[in-house]
């Protein structure tokens, strides 16, 4: 992929965000978590299966390593996230990658056949972007991540440092 770094994220899908940062930090010993709820100001120009449409999430971040897990909990809206608990429960959701130029990492993947499934900015500064693809021949979901200059408080964090 063109101007990315390596893959250096996994991502759940969860019914109870809260439930599952408590269990992956005391059970696993993963965190501590930040806890943001994504939703308009911070985030906008979402886009699901090439409709531009409005998709709430809350999203919790915790790293383990050089590793970073996501677990994300659907709030409103159609979305990846939701299509997944509706067909086949909690679980794995995609892998996450940075990329230093999102539009060329875009366009690189899509002459490559990639599917585009949801998109969208955020950030305080409006300036992050993602982008989730359904790569040919390969049963998973790979994120396209360009982070914002500023990021906005989380909602909390567990356990609290």
Do not use: C, K
């Not at 992929?1 to 996994?10: E, I, K, L």
């Not at 159609?78 to 875009?106: C, K, T, Y």
């Amino acid at each position: 992929m063109t101007a990315a770094r390596g893959f250096h994220q996994v991502a759940f899908v969860v019914r109870d965000l809260d439930a599952a940062v408590r269990h992956w930090a005391d059970e696993l010993g993963i965190g501590p978590w930040r806890v943001w709820t994504m939703e308009p100001p911070h985030l906008h120009d979402m886009v699901y299966r090439g409709e531009s449409v409005p998709f709430r999430f809350r999203h919790a971040l915790a790293m383990s390593g050089d590793l970073q897990f996501e677990l994300i909990e659907p709030l409103a809206g159609p979305s990846i996230f939701a299509d997944q608990l509706a067909a086949s429960g909690e679980g794995a959701n995609h892998m996450g990658r940075i990329v230093d130029d999102h539009p060329a990492a875009v366009a690189d993947v899509l002459a490559r056949g990639f599917v585009p499934l949801q998109s969208g900015r955020f950030g305080a500064s409006g300036d992050g972007l993602f982008s989730y693809f359904q790569p040919p021949g390969i049963p998973t979901i790979i994120e396209l991540i360009n982070p914002p200059t500023e990021r906005f408080a989380p909602d909390y964090t567990y356990p609290e440092p």
